[in-house]
């Protein structure tokens, strides 16, 4: 029987953290269906899945140095012993160069290989994009992103281009082996339209995976993005390939703390909607010219403007009043995370004292 392999290659923001995290729940029930999520015995299948796409695609960073190094390899392993369906996922693939399309292509190949490719309208993408460029530790504004990717200029351009990256990835494929999952304006009755949506391009049963996740990397809003923003400006850290500010800046202040104020949200400039709309013309133009299976609608793919009298904020320019509160509450929960380390090192060293007395007896 043919192996079939769903590489879901991204976009990013395109509910992706959620994805990887409700299959990496369910591993074991969609194991049971014959659909295999490649794990290590030990941990879990989204770190597994990131490590092998950085290897795969030359990169080295979210981590200690080396620490992807040989993931891609050992993912192909894991899917040639596999049987029935396989579904890898990760959305810096979308990015990929052809040298490395090729690479993976090579190394599936002998499998039904169908690439899966989530698409979001660029009213909501970009300004998700931005923040969650800034949380990696980038320092740019919202305006000079947004003009770096209407410039093509940008490594998120390149990846969220769904003609560009779907033509570079599906090259060598039949057109009904692309599939094109749009994110819904609206989540459905029940807020699982999207889960639903990727059930299909995936061959799901959603009776196969009935553990929720409660991960969803949600965006930060102007002040709070601007604060970190300044943050990134002071610290200097290098930050793409600095494990400490991974854990403690993104992971703790920015996905814990910052994100679950209420915010004013980010969102796409009105005199960029011009250029989002006619983006999303060119994709629908091409999808329907491709002959691409799509799963959804291609209506999801136009931005929608906001409501006459609603106020654009500029999170370039943040009242200090707004952005106080957000350092408040962040000096709050780090000098907090401070003392905790703090009582933990006492604790570790009387452990120690303690050892040693016993040794010297």
């Known amino acids: 029987m043919t192996r079939v392999v769903h590489l879901h290659i991204g976009a990013p923001k395109t509910g992706t953290t959620y994805l990887q995290d409700r299959l990496d729940l369910n591993r074991a029930s969609l194991a049971r269906h014959g659909v295999v999520i490649p794990a290590p015995r030990s941990g879990h299948s989204d770190m597994f899945h990131f490590r092998a796409a950085l290897d795969l695609l030359d990169q080295d960073w979210g981590g200690t140095p080396g620490h992807a190094h040989g993931s891609w390899d050992a993912m192909v392993r894991r899917v040639n012993r596999a049987d029935g369906t396989v579904v890898i996922s990760h959305e810096i693939l979308a990015g990929a160069k052809p040298d490395k399309i090729a690479k993976a292509m090579n190394d599936l190949a002998g499998n039904e290989v169908h690439v899966v490719y989530s698409a979001r309208d660029l009213g909501r993408q970009l300004p998700a994009a931005w923040q969650e460029s800034i949380k990696q530790g980038r320092k740019w504004p919202f305006k000079r992103f947004l003009t770096k990717v209407e410039r093509g200029q940008t490594w998120f351009f390149n990846a969220m281009d769904l003609p560009r990256v779907l033509s570079q990835w599906g090259a060598k494929l039949p ?22 949506r990727f059930c299909r391009a995936f061959g799901i049963d959603p009776a196969w995976a009935p553990l929720d996740s409660e991960r969803d990397n949600r965006s930060l809003g102007i002040a709070e993005t601007s604060l970190l923003r300044k943050l990134n400006r002071r610290l200097e850290l290098g930050v793409r390939r600095e494990p400490v500010y991974d854990n403690l800046i993104r992971e703790q202040l920015a996905q814990e703390v910052l994100v679950s104020r209420e915010a004013i949200p980010v969102r796409l400039p009105p005199d960029r909607y011009d250029f989002a709309e006619q983006q999303a013309e060119r994709w629908i133009e091409w999808i329907k010219g491709s002959g691409v299976d799509v799963i959804g609608d291609v209506d999801d793919l136009r931005p929608r403007r906001p409501a006459e009298g609603v106020e654009w904020r500029n999170p370039d320019r943040v009242r200090a009043k707004l952005e106080l509160g957000a350092a408040l509450d962040a000096l709050t929960v780090m000098t907090q995370e401070a003392a905790n380390r703090a009582t933990a090192d006492t604790v570790g060293a009387r452990l120690r004292d303690t050892a040693r007395r016993l040794r010297d007896r």
């Open 175 to 196: 057109p009904e082996r692309v599939h094109v999952v749009t994110v819904p304006h609206d989540r459905g009755p029940n807020g699982d339209e999207l889960w639903l």
